[in-house]
């Protein structure tokens, strides 16, 4: 379960108060909840790029491709890994999520995380990669995601952890880099840094910190792009392999 404690006491506090005021998200970020013009036009400001084209067409994502492998569109899926009554499937379906992007890589630099990392039973978690394995998830998010007004509902971010590590440890699993029937998630902790603006690009990047018996710790960073400058959120989860 996500830790809200430092979410909550952000966001009780004015926007003015959570952000410098050149960074106040009524004049940084152009939210757009026409979800048409989602579609067809985009606007970047400061950094963050909202009402985004497809996402292929992202000129940091394509000079990605000849360092990652391209995985299957599983959202837009008839069956695949995820039922059709998953939950990010449905948010497709209604224009919640427009596009989504994952992309996997062997052989990954080691993934930093900024800030204090979480002690799961006693047991200090590294920072720093130790498979070499790095997914990037991207997700074009609509403007009917909002918690606060024009702005992603921290629960949903914390789902795009969730998910980010679920894709990161199949795909290892495909890549003969794991070997596991299925994984559950035991803890999930998320650090809120910023706001993410609804109707934005949002990349989750994750890796595996490293693995004890049944135990998988992984690590991920929620950016504007990959290796991006704005940090909206980083994380760190525990996962178990059930018992045969």
């Known amino acids: 379960m996500a830790t809200v404690t430092e979410m909550r006491s952000s966001f009780e506090k004015p926007y003015s108060s959570v952000l410098p005021a050149n960074e106040h998200p009524a004049h940084v970020f152009n939210v757009v909840s026409n979800k048409e013009t989602e579609r067809s036009c985009a606007v970047k400001d400061n950094g963050v790029l909202t009402a985004a084209a497809p996402l292929e067409t992202l000129p940091w994502l394509k000079q990605l491709i000849p360092d990652f492998q391209i995985q299957p569109d599983i959202l837009k899926m008839e069956g695949g890994p995820i039922g ?72 949903l971010t914390a789902t795009i952890f969730d998910e980010t590590f679920g894709y990161l440890l199949y795909g290892g699993k495909a890549a003969g880099l794991l070997s596991f029937g299925m994984v559950l998630t035991a803890q999930l902790n998320v650090s809120y840094a910023k706001p993410v603006p609804a109707g934005s690009v949002v990349a989750c990047t994750a890796c595996v910190t490293s693995m004890e018996g049944r135990k998988i ?27 045969a």
Request: charged share 20%; hydrophobic share 35%.
């Open 217 to 243: 710790w992984v690590t991920a960073k929620l950016q504007e792009k990959y290796n991006g400058d704005i940090t909206f959120a980083t994380a760190t989860a525990l996962f178990i392999i059930p018992k």
């Open 84 to 155: 059709h009554d998953h939950m990010l499937k449905n948010m497709a379906r209604n224009g919640q999520i427009i596009d989504n992007k994952i992309l996997f890589r062997k052989g990954a630099p080691v993934l930093q995380v900024s800030g204090s990392e979480p002690n799961y039973e006693s047991q200090e978690v590294p920072s720093t990669c130790s498979q070499q394995m790095e997914l990037l998830n991207v997700y074009q998010l609509g403007g009917d995601v909002a918690g606060h007004k024009g702005l992603v509902h921290g629960g």
